[in-house]
């Protein structure tokens, strides 16, 4: 997706102008002194994995803001929170004076992000683009709007050495090509599994896996009779959505589970939400981590 604005350094003026774009000044008891402080950079990122990138990047110390996706590293998660990545508030980004938005395709309202432009913030919209190409991208394009245009050449190089020595182990594996069902969920009372065209599907066939749900595009609610003629070896959650369960005893509970081999065998594992998801700079280490997790699940007993 195309850069929706850019713009140069705000000065104390500027800053002072978001405020009153929104008419936030008085709402707040006046104006901040940090407000005022002109910065080189001062940066959000809106999506877990862009923050992963800007640290990876060595532009930890920009940060002012993060949304609720971005929790790692550990040390993401004690900076300032702009919330929920598809229910941002325009309010909640300006009283950080942020220079520079740079956020996913998930970002929104629009009409937020039409608030942060016309208040003179560089908003960034990055591509999704589930694959180890559209990573390398990402970070190219981070690290031009980042000024850190040498270390993304780096990482990338990096990465491009890591990709090629999983990938080779991986394909050197005895053709297994179990069906994995992904369930998504952060609550019992919202179960979805992933089709195609998602960042699960992507990673299931990186790992010589076959996604278990076909014939539809990104995630549906879960339905028991497509379950069952799916019929998975294994079912893939994350962490927190087993965490949200329970117990693995408790997903078998969901309708049509218990009847598909994943579930008479209770073939249930997990991984990190952003690890397995985020296609970010540990991509290399997801595929790593989803291969092991795969193989150990298949083997008997």
């Known amino acids: 997706m195309s850069v929706l604005h850019q713009t140069a350094m705000p000065s104390r003026r500027t800053h002072l102008k978001q405020w009153l774009a929104l008419g936030v000044m008085s709402a707040l008891g006046g104006l901040p002194q940090a407000a005022y402080a002109a910065a080189n950079r001062r940066l959000i990122c809106v999506g877990g994995a862009l923050t992963e990138i800007a640290y990876a990047l060595g532009a930890s110390a920009d940060l002012v803001g ?31 004076a942020p220079s520079m938005v740079l956020a996913t395709e998930d970002a929104g309202p629009s009409s937020v992000l039409r608030q942060l432009e016309n208040a003179g913030i560089a908003v960034h919209i990055l591509a999704a683009n589930h694959q180890f190409e559209g990573l390398l991208q990402r970070i190219q394009q981070a690290g031009d709007f980042m000024g850190r245009t040498q270390e993304a050449n780096q990482l990338q190089a990096r990465l491009r050495k890591e990709w090629q020595q999983v990938r080779a182990r991986v394909e050197a594996h005895p053709a297994v090509s179990p069906r994995v069902l992904f369930i998504l969920s952060h609550s019992m009372s919202q179960i979805m599994v992933a089709g195609q065209d998602t960042s699960a599907d992507a990673m299931l066939r990186y790992a010589g896996a076959r996604n278990a ?41 969901l309708p049509g589970l218990a009847q598909t081999p994943a579930g008479r065998k209770q073939r249930i594992v997990s991984m990190e939400t952003m690890l397995l998801l985020g296609f970010g700079p540990r ?4 595929l790593q981590e989803l291969d092991r997790t795969l193989l150990s699940a298949m083997q008997p007993g």
């Open 283 to 286: 991509l290399p280490l997801a």
């Open 213 to 253: 749900m076909q014939g539809f595009s990104g995630f549906k609610p879960l339905s028991p009779e497509a379950v069952i003629a799916a019929q998975p070896d294994i079912i893939l959650l994350t962490d927190l959505g087993l965490k949200a369960a329970g117990s693995k005893a408790a997903i078998l509970q």
């Open 66 to 96: 993060v949304d609720t996706t971005s929790l790692y590293p550990p040390a993401a998660q004690a900076l300032a929170s702009v919330g929920y990545a598809r229910t941002l508030s325009a309010e909640g980004i300006l009283a950080l």
